[in-house]
């Protein structure tokens, strides 16, 4: 009976410390993003710019199912799964933006769309951890 308890206790450890890990490669794919589109911009270099938004798409599919997310947010934020949610659709309509001026180099509003992405970020991060 105390080898149960402790082979469950083990599993729901490991089960957490993965759900963290994913979350934490998302985090860190996206920032990545945004650092890669801030330098694209400031060394006018459109190819950065468009890695980093692959990057950005990349890390915040994660966070488009409700469910997905769901499972991933620690469970004392789990109530704040829509934030996170409209927070990545506001970023994945960003990323469009973003990639349509730059394809009629509409410079000034790829960086404004850049810009609200940044926000949406903070936002988010304010809101789910509490800031």
């Known amino acids: 009976m105390k080898l149960a308890k402790v082979v469950l206790a083990?599993?729901?450890?490991i089960t957490v410390a993965c759900a963290q890990d994913i979350i934490q490669k998302s985090m860190s794919t996206m920032e990545k993003?945004?650092?890669?589109?801030?330098?694209g911009f400031l060394n006018n270099n459109l190819e950065l710019i468009k890695?980093?938004?692959?990057?950005?798409?990349?890390?915040?599919?994660?966070?488009?199912?409700k469910n997905v997310i769901e499972k991933y947010l620690p469970k004392d934020k789990k109530h704040m799964v829509n934030v996170a949610?409209?927070?990545?659709?506001?970023?994945?309509?960003?990323i469009n933006v973003l990639e349509l001026n730059l394809e009629v180099k509409a410079y000034l509003n790829a960086?404004?769309?850049y810009s609200d992405m940044l926000n949406a970020?903070?936002?988010c991060h304010s809101i789910v951890r509490s800031w």
Do not use: H
Not at 33 to 39: D, E, H, K, L, S
Not at 85 to 94: C, F, G, K, Q
């Open 10 to 13: 083990c599993t729901l450890f």
């Open 33 to 39: 993003g945004i650092t890669q589109i801030q330098q």
């Open 51 to 65: 890695s980093g938004t692959k990057l950005v798409k990349e890390g915040n599919s994660l966070f488009n199912d």
């Open 85 to 94: 949610e409209n927070t990545s659709r506001r970023i994945a309509l960003d």
């Open 111 to 113: 960086a404004n769309a």
């Open 121 to 123: 970020c903070s936002r």
